[in-house]
């Protein structure tokens, strides 16, 4: 575990804002679909796998009642990764949605919303499975510039960013710790 972020990082989020921000964001999705009893959280992978993880434990003790959680492969419907998305296309990316999705509601996960691709690409993947009550969005960082007419639903912080900079979001399931930093771009 790194004890300091590189030279060219700055922390916005510690571990403790993070936990902070996924529990509000929890709370936020319980009132605004009364209750938890209806809904799947899809987490994009892999960071918005493990956060969509996260909430589900977390919603799960707020409500008590189970939420499932499940890995969401956008791959084979990203319209600029077309290596990816022609190996992908061969699988089923996204064995854990269930077959039936009709009365959920299903909550798309991901750690950072910039152009708005990735998540269009996680609606794809939603509804080629079947047609949900509704689809929502919960961001772990919104930092703008979007490309598409995309607005996530519940949001842990925004993050005013130059299109220049990067995002990074570590968790400790993937990186060994938990926080989000801005890397700013190469001097030229």
């Known amino acids: ?53 996260r909430m ?23 319209d600029d990764l077309v290596e990816e998305r022609f190996e992908a296309q061969f699988a089923d990316p996204n064995p854990g949605l269930p077959e039936d999705l009709s009365g959920l509601t299903v909550i798309i996960v991901d750690d950072v919303l910039y152009t708005g691709r990735t998540t269009r690409a996680a609606i794809d993947a939603v509804m080629d499975v079947g047609r949900p009550a509704a689809v929502q969005l919960a961001v772990l960082v919104d930092r703008g510039h979007r490309e598409l007419p995309i607005r ?23 990186d060994g710790l938990d926080e989000v930093a801005i890397r700013k771009a190469a001097r030229r």
């Open 56 to 78: 589900a434990a977390r919603l799960g003790e707020v409500e008590r009642v189970a939420v499932p959680a499940v890995d969401l492969d956008v791959r084979a419907y990203r």
């Open 1 to 53: 575990m790194p004890d300091q972020l590189p030279d060219d990082e700055v922390l916005v989020m510690d571990a403790d804002a993070m936990r902070r921000a996924l529990t509000r964001i929890c709370y936020e999705i319980v009132e605004r679909n009364r209750g938890a009893e209806q809904l799947l959280l899809a987490g994009v992978r892999s960071r918005g796998a493990q956060l969509a993880a």
């Open 152 to 174: 996530a639903d519940f949001v842990g912080k925004n993050l005013p960013t130059a299109v220049e900079e990067q995002v990074v979001v570590r968790v400790a399931e993937v």
